[in-house]
């Protein structure tokens, strides 16, 4: 088992190889390719590689699934004894990235 920790739209995340995950929204069309650089952490059955702060031989290959929107949340504020209430919903945009390939330049 492989994985590798990304940083990807201001945040860290933990991917695997067949697996496919949701990032805040890139503005690029459906089924193109995405090659991901900043790679913090990578482990193999052998090998565990840290970065400072990045590894630079190791690029990370994907594939843009869809773009959606995630879960409603609602954003409800109110001032007690001032007559001051202000309700908002958000809805994130997302991309689907399917992670297809973990490469290793030597």
């Not at 933990?14 to 995950?21: H, L």
């Not at 001032?79 to 209430?85: E, H, Q, Y």
């Amino acid at each position: 088992m492989k994985y590798a920790i990304i940083e990807i739209s201001g945040k860290q995340f933990w991917i695997e190889t067949g697996k496919f995950y949701d990032f805040n929204r890139i503005s690029l069309k459906l089924n193109k390719r995405i090659i991901l650089t900043r790679v913090l952490l990578f482990k193999n059955k052998k090998v565990t590689l840290l970065g400072k702060p990045y590894l630079p031989n190791i690029k990370i290959t994907g594939k843009i699934i869809d773009h959606l929107k995630g879960n409603k949340l609602i954003i409800y504020k109110m001032k007690p004894k001032k007559k001051t209430r202000k309700k908002q919903g958000h809805r994130q945009k997302l991309t689907r990235i399917l992670i297809e390939n973990i490469l290793i330049k030597k």
